[in-house]
């Protein structure tokens, strides 16, 4: 009969090996990568500015540059709640129901006393289990209690009393199918909120009651697996077995003993000590031998031998199934008591297995016999004698240690069901659970982490903080640290919070977490030495140090240590920010990744930020397609907070593609709707008319700048200002910015004052004066780009040949100088080359000779003179304003001619606007 049934049971080891090696999977991931839903540590990015140069026009002593913000961004550590578990709540539930089911299934088959012992122990692991947290028929009513172990206990008793021939998969299936309907009818009935998760966190008790009785079933399995190997290896051999056999033993109960001293809290041990969780996969392999030697040397064994094998696998299986639930749920003193009576088991076990094994086969082992079959011969005395002696052992470690073990079960337990309700939104009582369960054990960082923010989130800050204090002295921990510093610093409390990271970085030395904070906090209050010193320090860290340590140099205006771009959107960011910075062009390619990385990204300070970066540079290319996408962008809902940075965006690259027209007027569109930013965007429209030497108009928008609250005055500004006919003001801003005025307007800087005003022979005679070299080659690049409209092909010539070897694109000048024809196709384009232009001729309203072109090639009159109004709505040019008026009244529109000659008359004498009127242009 024994034989049948153990044959039928085949079945049994199957599917616990099964579950054994999805377990160790489980179990090796979530060690090797632990994907932890505690601490939630998560960087959050925050954006600055720098200052990088766009462009500079230099006349001389003045230059005028134009610099643009760029993005730093910088990722500071935030502690977040823990994340929700559910799903892996209800696997972990789901196994625990399959291997319950499987060992009930294999009790079935014990012999009279084995079942009874195991019967007693189901029983004490369902009351423990809280089953009547479902309060059905009642407040904690024993309804659920009755409910399942008369489903389960039952079957139990028919099979061992009446069924002992059915089939151990005929067990298996009966048992799952009585359990699973109890379940799911207490599920049914239980009021509670979500009743599934609550008997899903709970099953994690019956799993540690499992998991625990298989540590000590297999208490000697690591010393007796290896004296099976041992035994095996040296059979026939006379070689020294018993010295083999004491100098590991000697090794790993040494081992042993600082894993004690450790859990204990010693520190400075000589010996390095690891997680005893470890312990579980060699003890479950090795275990197997022994096992094996067990069940074929004892006659009188618990049940049949495929039983006893199939319970070792499910029990291995059950341990690393825990270990992979406690590092997802982070329930630190569930883990702490398997590591503790893991420990101690094993040194009880181990111990006395070894003084079993040399008092009774010393004298075999050396002979070459294999010993290793007859180990548990003696097995009625002795060996029962060194489980007694082991679980006093036990206990000694136990008192040693002051039963530290009880308060990590009660811990565990209040973490258990503070899961429960911090999963389904209880947040009181989850709270009072936490805390609890913290008083109870002090190294139990998610319970404090979770007591504190869920305070935080029921309105509670001030106790939140008490709490984070008491963890600071008590049991820092490093999610606590960010957290406290962070609450300080929302309410402006940075030195604290400062005080707080500083000393953090004291027991925790070289967390990346603090070190990144705590610099940016120095950052914060100045100490951008200290900040520098840290982040260089600690650059290799993380991805997150590395990148702000870039964003820090580029801040600060240091040379970056690296010019190698990271691959993640971010260090991108940073990167070409920091090329930038230093008036360097990043590389085509370098660019086009960032480009293809902001099309996959989702966030939109990112995207906003990225595209900024990308774009604020010369370049001529059709900026079309890219002002439509950021227009979209600036218009969608996801990016209602960015509009304003989007929108300045697509203008800045309209400037870059020369569109100076598009630009100022939408540049002074943003300082309209935006007055808190007006002087910024009023002072960028000032420099870059200022750069086509517009010294009027740039003047004005200075002013005007300053009185929104602009402070940066510089020495440019003040010499603008003269130039532009307001020695006024520039007299009373040298007065509030002594410091600022610098320079000195020279002779020939005058000249370029009202430049754009004057005639273009004018201007050509004008040429002609100047001695000093520098500011005579920069009015001659002027009267061309601005003026060659006006010249003669001679004065023409004359101006080519004083630029001979001063100018980039020199052969595209000499084709233009050689057929200065504007209605010739290839001298136009040359002159556009040389100017860096593409085909585009209306983008610069002051480049009149393109501004001309264009208007002749309309061929619709309308279309010519909308083209010369706009571009006279910033160029006060004598030849384009006349031509602006024979336009209007070509088209009938000679109101719009006579307002026209009465401006003219502001800058240009009657007798120069009547000769001008007697001549076709």
């Known amino acids: 009969m024994i034989q049948k049934t153990a044959k039928s049971t085949g079945f049994a080891p199957l599917s616990a090996l099964l579950l054994l090696v999805t377990g160790g999977l489980f179990a090796l991931y979530s060690l090797v990568f632990s994907p932890l839903a505690f601490p939630n540590i998560q960087a959050a990015a ?126 298996w299936v009966v048992i799952f199918l009585g359990f699973g309907t109890l379940v799911f009818i207490l599920l049914q009935l239980s009021p509670i909120p979500n009743p599934a998760l609550y008997l899903a966190e709970q099953s994690l008790i019956i799993g540690l009651g499992l998991g625990i009785s298989w540590l000590f079933w297999q208490g000697h399995g690591m010393l007796s697996g290896v004296f099976v190997l041992l035994s095996k290896a040296n059979q026939n051999l006379a070689t020294k077995v018993s010295i083999q056999v004491f100098v590991l033993a000697l090794i790993y109960f040494l081992m042993l003993l600082f894993l004690i001293l450790d859990l204990g809290g010693e520190v400075n041990l000589p010996f390095p000590t690891f997680s005893p969780i470890y312990l579980i996969f060699p003890l479950g392999i090795l275990g197997w031998f022994s096992i094996q030697e067990k069940i074929n040397q004892i006659d009188e064994l618990a049940g049949p031998k495929s039983t006893i094998k199939a319970l070792h696998l499910i029990g291995f299986a059950m341990m690393l199934w825990l270990i992979w639930k406690l590092e997802v749920s982070a329930n630190q003193p569930a883990e702490e008591l398997i590591k503790h009576l893991l420990v101690y088991s094993q040194t009880g076990f181990t111990l006395f297995f070894f003084i079993y094994l040399m008092s009774n086969f010393l004298g075999l082992m050396n002979s070459g016999k294999a010993v290793h079959r007859i180990m548990y011969k003696p097995h009625s005395l002795p060996y029962y004698h060194l489980r007694i002696g082991g679980v006093i052992s036990i206990l000694v470690i136990t008192i040693y240690l002051e039963a530290i073990v009880a308060a990590q079960a009660n811990s565990l337990t209040n973490n258990i069901l503070g899961d429960y309700y911090y999963q389904t939104e209880q947040k009181l009582e989850a709270s009072i659970l936490y805390e609890n369960s913290w008083d109870r054990y002090r190294y139990n960082p998610k319970a404090k982490n979770l007591t504190a923010h869920i305070l935080f989130q029921l309105n509670q800050p001030t106790l939140a903080k008490e709490h984070l204090e008491q963890s600071f002295a008590e049991a820092p921990q490093v999610d606590n640290i960010l957290l406290v510093s962070e609450r300080l610093q929302q309410e402006n409390k940075l030195f604290e919070a400062i005080y707080y990271l500083e000393n953090g970085l004291k027991r925790f030395s070289g967390n990346p977490y603090l070190v990144n904070n705590l610099a940016l906090f120095y950052t914060l209050t100045q100490r951008y030495e200290e900040a520098a010193l840290l982040l260089k320090e600690h650059s290799g860290a993380s991805d997150v140090t590395s990148s702000n340590w870039t964003a820090l140099q580029t801040k600060l205006g240091l040379e970056p240590t690296s010019q190698e771009i990271g691959t993640d959107l971010i260090s991108q960011i940073n990167q070409i920010a920091a090329i930038r910075k230093k008036g360097e062009k990043p590389e085509s390619n370098d660019l086009e990744s960032l480009r293809n990385s902001l099309q996959q990204e989702t966030s939109p300070m990112l995207i906003h930020a990225g595209y900024r970066n990308l774009v604020t540079e010369i370049n001529t290319s059709d900026p079309t397609k890219e002002i439509k996408q950021l227009d979209s962008l600036a218009q969608s809902e996801a990016f209602l907070d960015y509009t304003m940075q989007l929108q300045e965006t697509a203008i800045l690259r309209s400037l870059g593609a020369g569109r100076i027209n598009e630009a100022v007027k939408n540049l002074n569109g943003l300082a309209f709707r935006n007055p808190g930013d007006a002087a910024y965007y009023l002072n960028l429209t000032g420099l870059i008319q200022a750069q086509q030497l517009d010294f009027q108009k740039a003047s004005k928008d200075f002013i005007l700048a300053e009185e929104k609250g602009f402070k940066a005055i510089e020495s440019q500004h003040l010499a603008i200002l003269e130039l532009g006919g307001f020695a006024d003001k520039a007299a009373e801003f040298t007065l509030k910015f002594p410091e600022k005025a610098n320079l000195k307007i020279s002779e020939d800087l005058i000249l370029f004052g009202k430049f754009n005003q004057q005639l273009p022979e004018k201007l050509f005679e004008t040429w002609k004066t100047i001695s000093n070299q520098d500011y005579k080659t920069v009015f001659a690049l002027k009267l061309l780009s601005h003026k060659a409209h006006g010249l003669t092909k001679g004065q023409l010539a004359e101006l080519g040949n004083a630029l001979a070897g001063k100018v980039p694109a020199e052969d595209d000048l000499q084709t233009f100088l050689k057929n200065p024809d504007w209605s010739d196709a290839n001298s136009l384009g040359a002159f556009t080359r040389f100017l860096g232009l593409k085909e585009e001729l209306t983008a610069n309203p002051y480049f009149t000779p393109l501004v001309l072109s264009a208007a002749d090639r309309a061929g619709d009159p309308l279309l010519a003179y909308e083209i010369i109004n706009s571009a006279s709505d910033f160029n006060q040019d004598p030849l384009l304003w006349i031509r602006k008026v024979q336009a209007a009244k070509r088209i009938g529109l000679d109101n719009y001619a006579t307002a026209a000659i009465q401006e003219m008359s502001t800058w240009l004498t009657w007798d120069e606007i009547e000769k001008l009127q007697m001549t076709n242009y």
């Open 46 to 171: 925050f954006l600055d500015t720098v200052a990088i140069p766009f462009s500079s026009e230099k006349i001389g002593e003045l230059t005028i540059p134009i610099k643009l913000d760029n993005y730093l961004v910088f990722q500071d550590f935030h502690s977040l709640p823990a994340k929700y578990t559910l799903w892996e709540s209800y696997l972990f539930g789901g196994i625990v129901l399959l291997i319950a089911t499987s060992a009930l299934a294999l009790f079935s088959q014990f012999k009279k006393f084995p079942f009874l012992g195991a019967g007693v122990g189901w029983i004490f692991l369902l009351t423990l289990s809280n089953v009547n947290g479902l309060n059905i028929g009642g407040q904690s009513a024993n309804v659920p209690l009755i409910i399942l172990l008369a489903g389960t206990v039952l079957p139990l008793v028919f099979f061992h009393i009446w069924g002992t021939q059915v089939r151990f998969w005929i067990r």
